[in-house]
């Protein structure tokens, strides 16, 4: 697994990537006529659903037989394509809430540097209420 998410890192994207693949998202949804269905709460709940499907792939295994699994090529595929819908629904809801995701991520990850400074964090799982001693 840690293999192919340095595989993921070395391969750069454009700064209008993320924009792009919203696009696309919201241009398979359109040509289908799905957007009357998607409401905050129907995408909320898909969010949700997509993501249990995704917990099941590794629900009662051990960390060995996960391994094991994620060696295999299509089993590997079908957590690929899990992760996929839970990413496009997140998409499809940012996007009909008017949330610009790069926006949101890049805010988000500056709230996180300062909760979760390296210092205190690095090596360690503690919420950061722990970390400062809040």
């Known amino acids: ?6 595989r993921s890192r070395s391969r750069p994207r454009s700064p ?12 398979f949804r359109d040509d289908r006529d799905w ?13 949700a659903i997509e993501a249990a499907e995704l917990q099941e792939r590794f629900l009662w295994k051990s960390d060995a037989e996960v391994d094991r699994d ?3 090529a299509a089993k590997l595929a079908g957590v690929a ?6 990413i ?7 996007d009909r809430l008017g949330i610009d ?7 988000k990850l500056a709230a996180n540097e300062r909760k979760y400074p390296v210092k205190l964090a690095r090596g360690n799982a503690r919420k950061y209420t722990e970390l400062l001693g809040n």
């Open 101 to 107: 995701l790069a926006d949101a991520i890049t805010a």
């Open 35 to 47: 957007a009357q269905f998607h409401t905050p709460k129907n995408l909320a709940a898909a969010v």
């Open 1 to 6: 697994m840690k293999k192919s998410a340095r």
């Open 16 to 27: 209008g990537a993320l924009s792009d693949l919203v696009a696309a998202v919201r241009r």
């Open 70 to 72: 994620l060696a295999d």
């Open 81 to 86: 394509d899990e992760i996929a819908d839970v």
């Open 88 to 94: 496009m629904f997140a998409m499809l809801l940012s």
